[in-house]
DNA sequence: TATGCCATCTTGAACGATCAAGAATGCGCT
DNA sequence: AGCGCATTCTTGATCGTTCAAGATGGCATA
């Protein structure tokens, strides 16, 4: 901001006219001007009156945000911690969701909202210093991020969305385990015997391909592991074992790079009867690859995601998915930072398996 | 936040550490301590080092933002007016675009972003209240809300994104009585003679239906009164006029809401062989439309959208649009803003007719 | 008349930092 | 020796508000 009101400065004309000036104006003091605005029923209606008014006259522009913040110790805003950039933030069906969850809360506790884009780990850095909130919502970032450790070293209230579990800070999240291992169950019931899985990332670091026992191990992001131990626990039992090359990651969320890997399984021999997807962008890219394989949706090959974003519902043929509260995570997460983020706090919503019509028995 | 560190407080053991405390541990100054982490080159580096060990083992959690947003009157953070509320926000295309821009130029300037929705006044007036920021963006809020002056009385600098025109304050735009009469006259050629408007809405009433002469003297949204008029400007130099019954407006900008609207325009007598449409998701609506009234496009009717969001490429048909740079705008709009906003500050930004697969010859 | 209480307004002290100006020191140059 | 200058650190004021506690006066109650 160029455009400053110069402080500091010689000439006083410049300053913005304060509570004190609005005070002395009028002869009264400082605090009661400050309870015209904050406490009306300190003062007579008169006054009250005659404060505002001059105040307007003044051209006051009411108590100034910062001021009070520091007083009082509160910011009345939340900040929210976003991996991936904003570019992922504001596409990804799911984030919207969330935020959308947070945000209703928020302004229903006349809550600010502050974003704070972790892209890049330098510039993240940088907000996290500056920014003034009273506690974080973390969503998303990966727990080897500089910018996590950086966070709780604000000591403000922290709820983490998403993560599996991390003693000492609020979270909050679905069983990811078993909701895979639920839907795994009903296409085993199916009579599939023959599965391949498109993945979401294991950690930030861009890898594409399949997935073996070293890259489960290292991973970063509790997510895609621990979806991928839901499949395998149905799998299991039912005596079926998940080679790597039957797990393609993906890092990007987006339906063409499900695309790709779908096509990558698909032409596998023996083909797979059923993919899993973890997350519904990826099961519509499949739809499309089993298309162009002249594969037909489910009957060739039966597909399920993950999230049940509206679209999964819209596409053809509509999506078999897990189901998860979106918002109400959002919600959920606000809610728990709002009441001050106890480290205890562990809060699990419910998922379903919603069946559409990318899932039917093998051919 | 409930759990907050008790002020003014007796127990002075809770009060959490700051600048002097480290300055008096370490017998040095607060300014030195300040130095340490603003201006490095002020200090020796061993005392610089000595001071964040100190600091560190001390607890001390870095220079409050909040004083420092006092003490230099920046605060580092933009405001992001949104009307419609977050869901209109966070689940409209165009809109997300636009804020992507305006949240790359933030990160890229280390600037924060905090959202104020604007669904509930009473809300949103608190929020313009306490909310630090040094400048707002104000997106798609109608000039009659009470928000907007709320914000203008702040005295702030402010942009506005999608307005007409606005003397005496800084706007970026496109020119959408231009891009109207372009892709109007487009149609013309092809031979259409026939149209049916569906319009986003003129006012924030949530009203319904035909737009006719009284409701767009009293538009509060210049963007769907701008293109009306382009759309009239092509028309009416082509010796046609558009009555009243010819444009339908839907306030929500769905592809259902459309559906609907297209379905009305569709059975007119006699039928429109063209549909113009002021955003993409109502072009979609309308193709789908089109279809179930069996209709082929573009055989039957031509479809023309505004925007050019992802979707209208990958829709079958593939969407003739009007492409606008969205995430330039939140760019530019952000960029002003950072710039200090100067009130001539007038940006108006290029449109092109994106000629796709909706648009034919009539019949 | 004394007492207490309520409503209304004032006072002085924070909140936690940054800034402008100045002090102390050492060093080199003439 | 005297001067200037750069480096490093300190001092006092200030940003604009809110809070706790106290002052004042009026009115009713005892």
Redesign the pocket.
């Known amino acids: 901001m160029v455009q400053q009101?110069s402080?500091?400065q010689a000439s006083?004309a410049a300053?913005?006219?304060?509570?004190?000036?609005?005070?002395s104006a009028?002869?009264?003091?400082?605090?009661?001007?400050?309870?015209a605005?904050?406490?009306p029923?300190?003062?007579?209606?008169?006054?009250?009156d005659k404060v505002i008014l001059k105040a307007k006259a003044m051209g006051?522009?009411?108590?100034?945000?910062?001021?009070?913040q520091?007083?009082?110790?509160r910011t009345a805003t939340v900040g929210l911690v976003f991996s991936g950039g904003l570019t992922f933030a504001f596409e990804d069906p799911a984030a919207i969701a969330f935020l959308q969850g947070v945000a209703a809360v928020c302004e229903r506790n006349g809550t600010g909202l502050t974003i704070v884009p972790a892209e890049q780990e330098s510039a993240a850095e940088i907000m996290v210093r500056q920014a003034a909130v009273d506690g974080y919502i973390i969503y998303c970032l990966p727990r080897t991020s500089p910018i996590f450790s950086r966070i709780l070293d604000t000591g403000l209230p922290v709820v983490l969305a998403d993560y599996g579990d991390f003693p000492g800070i609020a979270t909050v999240g679905i069983d990811d385990r078993g909701a895979c291992r639920e839907a795994t169950q009903y296409l085993l019931d199916l009579g599939h015997r023959r599965f391949g899985v498109i993945a979401l990332e294991f950690s930030a670091d861009g890898y594409t391909g399949p997935v073996g026992v070293e890259r489960r191990a290292l991973a970063t992001f509790d997510t895609a592991e621990a979806r991928l131990r839901g499949y395998e626990d149905a799998l299991v039992r039912a005596g079926i074992t998940l080679t790597s090359d039957a797990v393609e990651e993906r890092p990007e969320n987006s339906e063409t790079a499900a695309y790709e890997a779908a096509r990558v399984l698909l032409s596998r021999n023996p083909r797979p009867t059923a993919l899993l997807c973890m997350s519904d962008r990826h099961a519509v890219g499949a739809i499309h690859a089993a298309d162009t394989l002249g594969l037909k949706v489910p009957d060739d090959v039966s597909i399920v995601g993950f999230d049940d974003v509206p679209m999964a519902a819209h596409v053809r043929p509509s999506l078999t998915t897990v189901h998860q509260p979106l918002a109400e995570k959002g919600q959920v997460a606000a809610e728990l930072l709002l009441a001050g983020a106890h480290p205890d706090s562990r809060r699990l919503l419910p998922t379903r398996l919603v069946v559409r019509e990318t899932t039917a028995p093998p051919a």
Chains 1, 2 share one sequence.
Do not use: C, F, I, M
């Open positions: 009101k402080r500091n006083p300053r913005s006219v304060t509570l004190k000036d609005v005070a009028l002869g009264v003091s400082r605090t009661t001007v400050s309870n605005y904050n406490r029923d300190q003062l007579s209606d008169e006054l009250r006051y522009r009411g108590p100034n945000p910062v001021a009070r520091l007083r009082t110790g």
